[in-house]
């Protein structure tokens, strides 16, 4: 089975700069048109040091610049950075293992890798080239990525004979290869995608590893991925009110098949083009995750799919102190990591405890532990949980005792996971576009009919699917 995921710019929420691939989204195919139906179904820190956004140890506040705020936290939290050929990004390491987290995760035993295999599909590579006449060969899909496309024309110091394409989607350069694969229905199904549709696996995970929300839907005509029959996605809510197309998963008919002859002998001798199914997840995802939960003070991340979980930092102000509070900061982080969390113990001595504070609060990490010399001690540590701010979010007097810490620690990551997630629900479900056009045009909401027009319903202000529609307007 191909291979591939599409990756929409990391760096800017509003402007692709780049598609990648990676191999982990699927495209599948089928000998019935049934089969493929139903699979198609990225805080200011210490004073005295800088870090952070465009402007020194700064990052613009959401209320602000949504725009901005994003780019700052993607580059003050270490997510990615703009590579040297316009239009492209680095993903830098911490960025990356956000990524890896959603596609292996640890704690689900690689969630969507293993739910991906579950349904029959393999990982493959393929060539980042293609030549430029895969394109050409399906009407509609050429017209949907031309404006995107990167030609190269001359290869070894020499003219090629055909310009090749850096490929925007895998679609093409799959068939190719099914094509000499496939030729009877004793080689189908190629790792169809039978058993779930994925567009359900990217909801649960949406829901239950990146405490996102999102709204399962079937794309518009004119939204529908090009050369497909019909599109799947989940929606998902920003924290600017827009929406993001979070996952896709296409029922692409024969169109692909029959661009590139891909064909199969029946069992009646008959020669049919096969059915087939694409979907994918992307780095996108991550950016819906920092625009979902984070704030001010940068990423905010769900324990299920934070690379850190927890980090540790020792406190000492005098020499003799030293020691024994690394020797405690030791104790703890071997506890921790034996019991499956991923933990992180930041004992440089280069940076202040505050500064540390700031920047891991920066990177989203879900919960901090402070040792000092009083907590050694007490035989305790202090938590403080990323999702509530200030003194709100703080524990002191947590015992070392290693199940007593374990149990405490696995419960409040549960908690933020919770917490995460009934927040992103309640602002999803708020009245605030409401409130918002009274704000704007002092018209407010006078009924909602009980004749409701039918068909599909969208929101005016986000974009979203709508279950009702409401009347506005000024009142004497």
Known sequence: MASLLRLPSLLSPSKPLLRRRLPAARLSASASRGQASAAAGAAAPAATETRGGDREGQVTPRSVDFNAWYTDVIAAAELADYGPVRGTMVIRPYGYAIWESIQLDKRNNDYL?????????????????????????????????????????????????????????????????????????????????????????????????????????????VETFAGANRTYTIEAMMGDRKALQAGTSHNLGQNFSRAFGTQFMDENS????????????????????????????????????????VVIVPIWKKGDEKAAVLEAVDSVHKILKEAGIRVKVDDSETRTPGWKFNFYEMKGVPIRIEIGPRDVTNKSVVLSRRDVPGKQGKEFG????????????????????ASLLQKAIAFRDSDADELKVKEETSATIRCFPFEQPEGTKKCFMTGNSAEEVAIFAKSY
Do not use: C
């Open 398 to 417: 947590v015992s070392m005792e290693p199940s007593t810490l374990v149990n405490h620690i696995k419960d409040r990551l549960e908690d933020i996971q």
């Open 270 to 309: 008959q020669i049919e083009h096969v059915w087939q199914t694409s979907w994918a997840i992307s780095t996108r995802f991550v950016g819906g995750i920092i625009m979902t939960h984070g704030d001010d003070a940068g990423l905010m991340l769900p324990p299920r799919i934070a690379p850190i979980q």
């Open 113 to 221: 890798n293993v739910k991906f295999k579950e349904t029959g599909h393999s990982n493959m590579y393929f060539p980042q080239f293609i030549p430029y006449s895969f394109i050409e060969k399906e009407a509609s899909h050429v017209e949907g990525f031309s404006p995107e496309l990167a030609l190269v024309t001359i290869g070894g110091g020499k003219e090629l004979e055909e310009k090749l394409v850096v490929r925007p989607t895998s679609e093409t350069i799959v068939n190719h290869m099914f094509t000499k694969w496939i030729q009877s229905y004793r080689d189908l199904p190629l790792m169809i995608n039978q058993a779930m549709q994925m567009i359900d696996v990217y909801t649960k995970f949406a829901y239950e590893q990146a405490a996102i929300p999102v709204i399962p839907g079937r794309k518009s005509r």
